[in-house]
């Protein structure tokens, strides 16, 4: 079965840097595009950045140029580096893969930017 696994979450100050990671498994990761998405308290999930099998990426508006999606295929492996963070950055943090046609999520990483 599809599994996801996010890690790298924690507390950071503005303008400081963190990466998240997404260990996948249960299907053939190379073939699929990979999300992440964040949800912020009282708000509705937003998509954050997307990478494609053939590594093309896109990003929302609030974080270009200060995030960077990537992957590693040979270690099943979604990332995403996160330089620059600001108070708004504050979420908790999802990896998706949208795989025989159902979404599916892992469990999700806090990222709290604070002084």
């Known amino acids: 079965q599809v599994q996801l696994v996010e890690s790298g979450g924690g507390l950071v100050q503005p303008g400081g840097s963190l990466r998240l990671s997404c260990a996948a498994s249960?299907?053939?990761?190379?073939?699929?595009?990979m999300r992440w998405y964040r949800q912020a308290p009282g708000k509705e999930r937003e998509l954050v950045a997307v990478i494609v099998a053939t590594a093309s990426t896109n990003y929302a508006d609030s974080v270009k140029g200060r995030f960077t999606i990537s992957r590693d295929n040979a270690k099943k492996t979604l990332y995403l580096q996160m330089n620059s963070l600001k108070l708004e950055d504050t979420a908790v943090y999802y990896c998706?893969?949208?795989?025989?046609?159902?979404?599916?999520w892992g469990q999700g990483t806090q990222v709290t930017v604070s002084s």
């Open positions: 249960g299907f053939t990761f190379s073939d699929y595009a």
């Open positions: 998706n893969v949208y795989y025989r046609y159902m979404n599916y």
